[in-house]
C-alpha cells in the first residue's frame, strides 16, 4: 500500500468463465437510498453502485476456506495466487472493464496479505498487471503513453496529462530531426510534417503505474531509473478509509486501491469528458465489504471478527 494523497494481452475469445462475469456483473445493480450529507461524510463508501457482496457475506459466516491453486487456508481471496478461494465462485464476483493499462509495482517488503492492490488485480484481470520489485519492465521507449502516479513537484494533475504526453511527442520528434548534416530549410520541413503526423498519433495515456508501499519505503522504488523518466501525475486529496492507517501520516494518504479508484474517476471525467456513473466502483467491491466488517467489529466490540479480516 503506497498512500498517496498514490502486460497481459488481452484474450480475443477470453476464457467462460470471464464472460460469465461479464454477464453478471451488467446484472448487478445494488439499488442505494439517498444518504444524507452527514451520513454520507460519517461512510464515504455508502454510495457506491457495487455488485451483489452476497457472496462475502456467505464467505464471511463460513469462515476461511482454500485456494484451488496452492491450497491455502485464506479470506475472500489468495493474496499469493490473486484468485477467489473454493466460498468465493469467481462467476458470482463483478468483472470490472477498465479504460487503460494499470501496472502495480509491488515492494518487496509489503506483507501480501495487507495489500489492497490484489483487489484490482482479481476485478479487472485483462487490465491489471502486479510486478514485484526490482522485477519491473522497461518503459523508456514508450514514455509518451505511460505516466507514474507519485505526488511531487514535477507532478501534473490529471486533466494535464494528454497535454503533456502529446509535449512528450514534440520534443522526440525534435531529438530525432537535430540532425546538423541536413540543410537548415530541409530539417525545418521535415520537423513540421512530422509533427502534423504526430498530432494525428494517439496520445492518450495507455497506462498507468501504481506503487503499492508504505510511505516510508516508497524511495527505493521511485527513484529507479526504469521510472524517472516518466510523466508523474498527483491525485486531488481524499480522505482515506483504510483501517490500517500509516501511524504519523495524514489521513489523505490513500491506499492504493483507493488510489487506482480515485484515479480512474477522474481519467473519466477530466480526460475522456464523460459523466461518472459509477463505471468503476465495483474495484472497491471487497475493499468497502471489509471497511464495513470492520467498521461494525469495532463498534460491537467484536474482536474475532477484526482478527479474521487482519
Known amino acids: 500500500m503506497l498512500n498517496f494523497g498514490l502486460n497481459e494481452k488481452m484474450s480475443l475469445n477470453p476464457p467462460i468463465f470471464l464472460k460469465e462475469r461479464e454477464e453478471n456483473s451488467s446484472k448487478f445493480v445494488e439499488i442505494q437510498q439517498p444518504q444524507t450529507a452527514s451520513r454520507s461524510s460519517e461512510d464515504p463508501l455508502q454510495n457506491l453502485c457495487l455488485a451483489s457482496q452476497e457472496v462475502l457475506q456467505k464467505a464471511q459466516r463460513s469462515g476461511r476456506s482454500k485456494c484451488l491453486k496452492c491450497g491455502g487456508s485464506r479470506m475472500f481471496y489468495c493474496y499469493t495466487c490473486y484468485v477467489p478461494v473454493e466460498n468465493v465462485p469467481l462467476e458470482q464476483m463483478p468483472l470490472v472493464k477498465l479504460p487503460l493499462k494499470i501496472d502495480i509495482i509491488k515492494h518487496p517488503n509489503e506483507t501480501d496479505g495487507k495489500s489492497t492492490a490484489i483487489h484490482a488485480k482479481l476485478l479487472a484481470p485483462d487490465f491489471v ?182
Open 129 to 310: 498487471n502486479i510486478y514485484t520489485y526490482p522485477c519491473i519492465p522497461e518503459y523508456e521507449e514508450k514514455d509518451h503513453e505511460v505516466a507514474l502516479v507519485f505526488p511531487g513537484p514535477k507532478s501534473v494533475s490529471v486533466k494535464d496529462i494528454s497535454f503533456h504526453l502529446q509535449k512528450r511527442i514534440q520534443n522526440n520528434v525534435r531529438g530525432k530531426n537535430d540532425d546538423p548534416d541536413k540543410p537548415s530549410t530541409k530539417r525545418k520541413k521535415t520537423e513540421e510534417e512530422d509533427l502534423n503526423d504526430s498530432k494525428c498519433k494517439d496520445t492518450t495515456l495507455k497506462k498507468i503505474i501504481f506503487i503499492d508501499s508504505t510511505w516510508n519505503q516508497t524511495n527505493k522504488i521511485f527513484t529507479d531509473e526504469r521510472l524517472q523518466g516518466l510523466l508523474q501525475v498527483e491525485l486531488k486529496t481524499r480522505k482515506t478509509c483504510f483501517w490500517r492507517h500509516q501511524k504519523g501520516k495524514p489521513d489523505t494518504f490513500l491506499s492504493t486501491i483507493e488510489a487506482i479508484y480515485y484515479f480512474l474517476v477522474d481519467y473519466h471525467t477530466d480526460i475522456l469528458k464523460e459523466k461518472y456513473k459509477g463505471q468503476y466502483d465495483n474495484l472497491l467491491f471487497f475493499y468497502s465489504f471489509m471497511y464495513q466488517l470492520i467498521k461494525n467489529a469495532k463498534c460491537s466490540g467484536d474482536k474475532e471478527t477484526r482478527k479474521l479480516i487482519h
